[in-house]
């Protein structure tokens, strides 16, 4: 059974910076993406960046392209987000997903909250 755990969220300043973690365990993740998406409250759920598990090919949403990093440690099974000149309308509750190469997002983490204040 897969389980993605997501930590790091916090409340930040405008300007600064945090780093996301997303803990997976109970698949081979071999030919799969791990993507971030967020959600701001009376907005809907979109993404900001994926990773290849196994190529390390990674795409990004244009609104961080520049300031957020994404990458992986095989060995802890972990991905990772680097966030960096954080904005007020980063704010959302950000998750961590994984599909299967050429499928869809079907599992969740629970989600961290995010707050960048102005």
């Known amino acids: 059974q897969v389980q993605l755990a997501e930590s790091g969220g916090g409340l930040v300043q405008a300007g600064g910076s945090l780093s996301l973690s997303c803990a997976a365990s109970?698949?081979?993740?071999?030919?799969?993406?791990i993507g971030w998406f967020r959600q701001a409250p009376g907005k809907e759920r979109e993404f900001v960046v994926s990773?290849?598990?196994?190529?390390?090919?990674?795409a990004y949403a244009e609104s961080v392209k520049g300031r957020f990093t994404i990458s992986r440690d095989a060995a802890k099974m972990t991905v990772y987000l680097q966030m960096n000149s954080l904005k007020p309308e980063d704010t959302a509750v950000y998750y961590c997903?994984?599909?299967?190469?050429?499928?869809?997002?079907?599992?969740w983490g629970q989600g961290t909250q995010v707050t960048v204040s102005s």
């Open positions: 109970g698949h081979t993740f071999r030919r799969t993406n």
């Open positions: 990773i290849g598990w196994s190529t390390g090919i990674k």
């Open positions: 997903a994984m599909r299967e190469i050429g499928g869809e997002y079907d599992y």
